[in-house]
C-alpha cells in the first residue's frame, strides 16, 4: 500500500523534524527583530520536554493501539481500492468529522481533559506550543473516536497516516504571526481561528475545535471569530503555568483524581472524572 514506508522512512522523520525546528527558531528571529513578546524561553524548554515524554510513550504504545484497529478491520464492512480518489476523500471526510467530536470532547470531559489540557497550557501561542501534546491521550480513550473508520474499511496504517497529516497541517496555524487567508478562512482552520481556540478570554472558550476544516464548527455551531473589544489571552483559566514537564504533563490528572477522592458519594465522583472541567 505504501503507508508504511511512508511512516516508517527515517529520512522523512528528520526531514519533518529538521524543517519543524527550523520554523521555529524563524519565528522566534521574527519575533525579536519585531520587538514581540512571542516566546518564553522556560515555556519553550518545557514544551519541548513534554514533546519528548510524549514520543517516547507513543512509540511504546504503538503496539498496543494496533489491536483494535486490527481486529476491527479484519472484520470491516466494506472493500474497496484505499488509494482511489473517494476512498482518500471518504477518508479525509470522516477523519476530520471524528476528530471534531473528539477534541470538542476534549474539552467537555474532565477525564479526556486530563489529557488536553496539556497543550493549553502554554501562555504564548507559538510554534513550539504545538508540540506540547499530553502524554495520556491513549488513557483518555481519544483513540476511540476513530475505530469506525477501520471497521468502515479504512486500513489502520491509512487511517495514521491520514491522522497524521491532521496534526502536520495543525503544527503550522499555531503562528502567532500569520495573517488572515481570505476566502480559505470559510473553509480551513486558519492560525486566525486557531489562536480564538487557544484564548482563554471567555468568549474564546470551546470555540474552533477543527482539525484541517473549520466546516463542522460551523454546522455544529461551535466556531466564533476572534473579539474585537478585546486583546487574546493564552493558558490555562485559573492556572499557575509550570515549567516542569511532568508537572504540566500530569498535573490535571492528579487535580481530578484529588477532586474525585473527596467527593462524597458515587455520582458526585463520577462528576469530577466525567463531567466538565471546572464544572
Known amino acids: 500500500m505504501g503507508y508504511a514506508s ?31 513578546d512571542t516566546h518564553d524561553w522556560r515555556e519553550s524548554v518545557a514544551s519541548f520536554g513534554v514533546a519528548i515524554g510524549q514520543n517516547v510513550l507513543r512509540a511504546i504504545e504503538a503496539g498496543l493501539l494496533a489491536v483494535p484497529f486490527a481486529f476491527l478491520y479484519e472484520h470491516r464492512l466494506f472493500d474497496f481500492a484505499q488509494t482511489s480518489p473517494p476512498a482518500l476523500a471518504g477518508l479525509f471526510l470522516g477523519s476530520e468529522f471524528l476528530y471534531y467530536w473528539q477534541h470538542r470532547a476534549s474539552h467537555r470531559i474532565r477525564w479526556m481533559w486530563a489529557t488536553h489540557a496539556v497543550h493549553h497550557s502554554t501562555t504564548r501561542l507559538n510554534l513550539t506550543a504545538a508540540i506540547r501534546l499530553g502524554w495520556t491521550g491513549n488513557i483518555s480513550g481519544n483513540f476511540l473516536f476513530f475505530l469506525p473508520l477501520a471497521l468502515i474499511g479504512f486500513h489502520p496504517l491509512a487511517i495514521v497516516a491520514m491522522l497524521g497529516i491532521n496534526l502536520f497541517y495543525q503544527f503550522f496555524i499555531h503562528s502567532g504571526f500569520a495573517p488572515k487567508l481570505g476566502m480559505l478562512e470559510w473553509v480551513l482552520n486558519t492560525p486566525s481561528h486557531h489562536r480564538v481556540h487557544h484564548a482563554c478570554n471567555e468568549p474564546c472558550l470551546d470555540k474552533n475545535y477543527g482539525g484541517i476544516l473549520i466546516v463542522f464548527d460551523r454546522l455544529f455551531g461551535t466556531f466564533t471569530e476572534r473579539p474585537s473589544d478585546q486583546p487574546l489571552r493564552f493558558g ?43 464544572g
Open 236 to 278: 490555562l483559566v485559573g492556572g499557575t503555568p509550570s515549567f516542569n514537564p511532568i508537572r504540566i504533563a500530569l498535573g490535571e490528572w492528579i487535580a481530578m483524581l484529588s477532586d474525585a477522592w473527596k467527593a462524597r458519594g458515587a455520582a458526585a465522583k463520577l462528576r469530577a472524572l466525567f463531567g466538565p472541567p471546572g
Open 6 to 36: 511512508l511512516l516508517l522512512d527515517p529520512t522523512l522523520k528528520r526531514l519533518i523534524l529538521a524543517t519543524a525546528v527550523g520554523l521555529m527558531l524563524l519565528e522566534y528571529g521574527i519575533g525579536r527583530l519585531a520587538h514581540h
